[in-house]
């Protein structure tokens, strides 16, 4: 190292008061031992270059103590140098020391038997004066130690380089100058001999990297890449110790460590692929899920690359962190900002690949001692559980993911739960009083894709064969009681499970307390229904639902619903024609179900008359309109009624008309429709369509015995048609009832407002 110390001389060219100083040292020569006087005066000077011939002096003075194996005298004047000069409080005197204890180890040579010690430690203490010109001699004097001492300097390693570490960002630029050839010296003779305690090294590395500084972390990455490059050092087996720490300078304001960082985050995974049986997943694993967390684009982008390289090269064996993993992935294939696309890909990718692991292999494991969420933050490894897979965790990170806002986030939480029914259905199943009330939430999602997705799951759920069965009354049966306290037991339906009932239950207990969902979403949801599960199935147990319903309102609206479904939508169109031939005991029994339900809205209940061909029976239905309350709803749904009867739907009825001698009934019925209408358009439209009737037959009155021709669907003649229309009549005068309730209500709320006139 070549100083450009500038001269220590005063404004009038003096070099100090010379006199005074020659003659304190004089009176003190003694104290300097084996120091001539004049190399002790040189040492002292405020002049660089005299200071610089004395340390040359000193050199040469130890090179022949030293040859003569003298010692005892080198030992003196190293002491001396130490005590009288470093330790003074005069900094010419400090630096002079310093420079002189570097001659001293010149002139040992490499083969110095002087303890290394000595000649190091007075030299260390001068990094941390207070002078920057001290500091810089002491670099040099490093420089020129450490170049004669070669290897043994590294049991000093961890030390040196703390200092280089302080000096790099050093106030003085002259000091942070002097710190580059030190440094690369360091790392010439690791490089030559890295027989050193690399594991204590490590460890230092670990602890410093957390520094703030841009500029020290550079330096520390550039030693990890130096000791990374040596083909005796193996860095993998240590890397779990430097990569949370990694990972931390990866978020560097600074554009330079950011590059620095990455190369060296890139270069390790590289070689963790080629040497896997090296590389400790479970520990990197967790520190990676911490990270892909982050709020630096950088880092979460990198961190989730590498879990997804994890789970390609370990596999299963990462299973145990699947519920952390989870956790940070769901939430970014949300993502909409156009620079996080590539985080929103990767994690879509390391979602894939982690449900992939997943097979039907794990269903065979009993599943118990799951990781408690609450404590565990899902992100622990479960060790407890056979084959590593923490359901428990997993199926927390989903239900906490599917109450997000974000639609993307949603359908990948609802893609897990299907896949976990397939893949592990008697696993799943231990959480499903956990599961079913979340997804039954999501019904109420604003976007159809979620809950079409969501009634998809559902009707895996009720149609699993790992569900309790419908017959079960175990204490491991769902919870099927609703908000109300009870519950309807539904009749058994055929490859359905007790998850079935609850189902049915719920949804109509939704369809009460959210109106609008009713409005926006209900025909939506039970005609999917009815495309996922059995038509039949659904119209049965809701009609058996509503049935036992305490809400006449409710039903009614819901029997509206049910009514156009049936009538108008192509998905129920099987059960419109098995309802209209009414040809086995089955349909029999699944329309007189339907019809006590129907009863609850009379045009709806007449409206199934007509499609099961029952046409005395609706006739029937429509003399009783007579003692009802004509109002604009029910006005409204005989509108709607007759525009039905014109549409594709009911062509058979209509076709029926050209053989009235055969139906007298229906035309009966359908004069009586029309007498209920007011002077309209559909009065209009109705009455055109019966002008077209061919021929008129003799219409029997209401009180007539004679019956057009009998009924020949065998079936049919078993309903009890009586007991029907009693059941009609018991559910309106229950209407009637609620009627006056809710105007007393309403009249006693006015009184005691003062509204009353």
């Not at 720490?245 to 990455?262: E, N």
């Not at 949804?507 to 009460?512: G, K, P, Q, T």
Request: charged share 25%; net charge neutral; proline share 5%.
């Amino acid at each position: 190292m070549d100083p450009k110390e500038p001269n220590d001389i005063d404004k009038h060219g003096r070099t100090g008061s010379t006199k005074h100083i020659f003659k304190k040292m004089a009176e003190r020569q003694p104290e300097y031992g084996p120091i001539p006087v004049s190399i002790a005066r040189a040492l002292n000077d405020r002049l660089y270059e005299k200071r610089k011939g004395g340390a040359l002096e000193i050199e040469k003075l130890v090179r022949d103590l030293a040859q003569k194996e003298n010692l005892s005298d080198v030992k003196k004047i190293i002491d001396v140098l130490d005590k009288e000069f470093v330790s003074s409080a005069n900094q010419n005197a400090k630096r002079g020391g310093v420079i002189a204890l570097a001659a001293t180890a010149i002139g040992l040579g490499k083969e110095s038997p002087i303890p290394l010690p000595l000649l190091l430690n007075p030299v260390l203490k001068c990094f941390n004066d207070n002078d920057s010109r001290t500091r810089y001699s002491a670099c040099e004097a490093l420089y020129n130690i450490i170049k004669m001492t070669r290897s043994k300097i590294l049991v000093y390693l961890k030390e040196i380089i703390n200092i280089l570490g302080k000096l790099i960002v050093d106030s003085d630029l002259n000091v942070r100058n002097g710190v580059e050839p030190l440094d690369k010296l360091m790392k010439d003779i690791v490089a030559e001999s890295p027989i050193f305690d690399v594991d204590s090294f490590i460890a230092f590395l670990r602890d410093n990297i957390y520094t703030k500084n841009s500029t020290s972390r550079q330096f520390l990455l550039s030693w990890i890449t130096t000791l990374d490059s040596l083909p005796d050092i193996d860095l993998i087996t240590s890397l779990p110790e430097l990569l949370d720490g990694l990972f931390t300078v990866l978020g560097d304001q600074s554009t330079d460590v950011k590059k620095i960082c990455a190369f060296c985050l890139e270069n390790f995974l590289q070689q963790i692929k080629k040497s896997t049986g090296k590389a400790d997943f479970s520990l990197m694993t967790n520190i990676l899920i911490q990270h892909s967390h982050s709020q630096d684009p950088d880092i979460q982008l990198t961190a989730l690359k590498w879990l997804g390289e994890f789970l390609n090269l370990d596999g299963r064996h990462l299973l145990p962190f699947a519920s952390g993993i989870l956790g940070r992935v769901l939430p970014c294939v949300s993502y909409k900002d156009v620079r996080k696309n590539d985080i929103r890909e990767v994690a879509k990718s390391v979602n894939r690949m982690l449900m992939n692991l997943i097979t039907s292999e794990d269903d065979k494991l009993e599943a118990k001692g799951d990781v408690n969420p609450e404590t565990d933050k899902a992100t622990k490894p479960d060790s407890t559980v056979p084959g590593g897979l923490p359901i428990s965790g997993m199926v927390t990170v989903l239900m906490e993911y599917l109450q997000r806002r974000e639609m993307e986030t949603k359908i990948a939480v609802l893609e897990w739960i299907k896949h976990l029914l397939q893949t592990i259905p008697k696993m799943t199943f231990q959480h499903m009083e956990t599961i079913f009330p979340e997804l039954m939430k999501t019904l109420c999602d604003e976007t159809d894709e979620v809950v079409l997705f969501t009634l998809e799951v559902l009707t895996m759920i009720v149609q699993s064969e790992a569900g309790p069965p419908e017959t079960e009354t175990s204490s491991h049966s769902p919870k099927s009681r609703s908000k109300g306290g009870s519950s309807t037991e539904l009749t058994p339906a055929h490859g359905m499970n007790l998850y079935f009932t609850l189902f049915m239950n719920n949804l109509m207990e939704i369809f009460s307390s959210k109106p609008d969902l009713l409005k926006i979403k209900g025909s939506f949801i039970i005609r999917q229904l009815c495309l996922f599960l059995n038509a039949e199935h659904i119209y049965r147990s809701l009609s058996e639902i509503l049935l036992e319903s305490h809400e006449p309102r409710f039903s009614t609206e819901i029997v509206r619903l049910l009514n156009q479904i049936l009538l108008t939508s192509s998905e129920l169109f099987e059960l419109r024609n098995q309802l209209k031939d009414l040809a086995d005991q089955r349909s029999c029994s699944l329309f007189c179900s339907l019809y006590k339900t129907w009863c609850h809205s009379p045009v709806a209940t007449v409206s199934l008359c007509l499609l099961a061909q029952c046409h005395q029976q609706a006739c029937h239905l429509i003399y009783k309109f007579g003692e009802l309350e004509v109002t604009i709803d029910f006005l409204t749904e005989v509108d709607k009624l007759v525009q039905l009867i014109e549409s594709p739907i009911f062509t058979y009825l209509r076709l029926q008309l050209l053989e009235g001698d055969q139906n007298p009934y229906l035309v009966k019925s359908l004069y009586g429709i029309l007498m209920l209408l007011p002077q309209s358009k559909t009065f209009e439209i109705l009455h055109k369509r019966l002008a077209c009737v061919p021929h008129i037959p003799a219409v029997p009155t209401k009180d007539s015995k004679k019956s057009s021709q009998p009924d020949k669907r065998p079936n049919v003649k078993d309903i009890n048609w009586a007991e029907l229309s009693d059941h009609f009549d018991v559910i309106q005068m229950k209407h009637i009832k609620m009627k006056k309730v809710r105007q007393r209500a309403m009249e006693e709320r006015k009184r005691q407002l003062g509204l009353n006139t």
